[in-house]
């Protein structure tokens, strides 16, 4: 029987997703990748699987509701806990489009992912997260998703006014304290990360940030000891101690 703790990572076939599954897997998790292509997640598995680690592939398109189920079903075949979630799927469509003209269809496909996602996967596999005791559950959030620095004239993304992504994030948010609220009796610790502006096919590479910093905060986070912090939101821990992002 394999008894190293488990991690499911979604939206991990590239990009942070699967930077954090990597981490994770060289800190002795056994990484379930969730990937909507299963071709392109046996590539990234196979990746990983080349370093040494233990490392699965698992369909999941977080948008379908039997395809969040059946990933749940097979799963439950493998393992019946599960340690860490980290529900990083996410999008940025839509473009800088102009608040008042921004596509109603295309903001409901980006908060499909980026909102009912992570609901219906953390509802899909709450029942091994509760099983395992201390599980950990991040949330890939972003800075831009913070109310407070979109405020605030002098932050740097405050000309970033991006009305689906942006306001998806902020949900996202809430979410993550709604569910660390109730799951806090169960040991399970829920809290958002932002990773940083990160050089990855979501932002055409323009990030000034690599894969690995901007991962480090969701490791961190999926790998909290029992005194770390819920229903947080954290700034990458790459340079410097991870420090609390204004909501
Ligand atoms: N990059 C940044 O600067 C930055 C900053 C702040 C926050 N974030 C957040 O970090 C997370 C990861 O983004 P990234 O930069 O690594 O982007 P990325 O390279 O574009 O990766 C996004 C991942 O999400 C997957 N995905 C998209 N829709 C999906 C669905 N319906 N079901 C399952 N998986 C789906 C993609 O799969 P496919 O390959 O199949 O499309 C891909 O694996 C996102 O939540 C993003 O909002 C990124």
Not at 113 to 121: A, K, L, S, T, Y
Not at 168 to 176: G, Q, V, Y
Not at 206 to 218: H, K, N, S
Request: hydrophobic fraction near 40%.
């Amino acid at each position: 029987m394999n008894t190293r703790k488990t991690a499911l990572v979604t939206g991990a076939n590239k990009g942070i997703g699967r930077e954090i599954a990597r981490q994770l897997g060289h800190k002795g998790y056994s990484v379930w990748l969730g990937c909507r292509d299963l071709e392109r997640g046996e590539q990234a598995a196979a990746d990983l699987r080349n370093e040494g680690l233990d490392a699965h592939v698992l369909a999941l398109d977080v948008t379908n509701d039997a395809s969040v189920q059946a990933a749940a079903v097979t799963y439950g075949k493998a393992s019946d806990t599960l340690d860490v979630l980290v529900n990083n799927a996410g999008v940025a469509t839509g473009g800088y489009t102009a608040p008042t003209e921004a596509s109603l269809d295309d903001m409901h496909a980006l908060y499909e992912v980026n909102v009912f996602g992570p609901v219906r996967v953390t509802q899909s596999f709450v029942p091994f997260l509760r099983k395992a005791g201390q599980a950990r559950i991040v949330m890939m959030s972003s800075s831009l998703g913070s109310i407070a620095e979109q405020l605030d004239m002098t932050s740097g993304t405050y000309g970033v006014n991006l009305l689906g992504y942006n306001s998806s994030k902020s949900a996202l948010n809430m979410i993550t304290v709604s569910f660390a609220k109730e799951l806090a009796a169960h040991g399970i610790k829920v809290n958002a990360a932002n990773p940083g502006y990160v050089a990855t096919d979501l932002n055409e590479n323009q990030g000034y940030r690599t894969v690995e910093q901007g991962a480090a905060i969701a490791v961190h986070l999926a790998t909290l000891g029992p005194m770390g912090p819920t229903a947080g939101f954290f700034n990458d821990g790459a340079e410097a101690a991870p420090g609390r992002h204004a909501w």
